[in-house]
């Protein structure tokens, strides 16, 4: 069964960092490209950074050069690493990835504030 473990979130102050981590299971990790997205208070969930199976990555407009995402075949995981954080970046942030259908990790919330 195909599983994504979403971690590494926590309270920052603005100009802080976190890495976020997605440990996945039950696929061909290398084969498929895997995503972050997150959710603020009342807000639809938004496409935060996207790393494709050779490497590729882009990037949403209000988080590029600030958030960097990166995986790691051998360990089976993607990463976020989430630099000069602001307030607006509060949110639950989750991984997914498509396969047969849209999967989701169970979110890490992310705070920023003083």
């Known amino acids: 069964q195909v599983q994504l473990v979403d971690s590494g979130g926590g309270l920052v102050q603005p100009g802080g960092s976190l890495r976020l981590s997605c440990a996945a299971s039950?696929?061909?990790?290398?084969?498929?490209?895997m995503r972050w997205y997150r959710q603020a208070p009342g807000k639809e969930r938004e496409f935060v950074a996207i790393?494709?199976?050779?490497?590729?990555?882009n990037y949403a407009d209000s988080v590029k050069g600030r958030f960097t995402i990166s995986r790691d075949n051998a360990k089976i995981t993607v990463y976020l690493q989430m630099n000069s954080l602001k307030p607006e970046d509060t949110a639950v942030y989750y991984c997914n990835v498509v396969r047969d259908r849209v999967y989701w990790g169970q979110g890490t919330q992310v705070t920023v504030s003083s």
């Open positions: 790393i494709t199976s050779a490497g590729g990555r």
């Open positions: 039950g696929f061909t990790f290398s084969n498929y490209e």
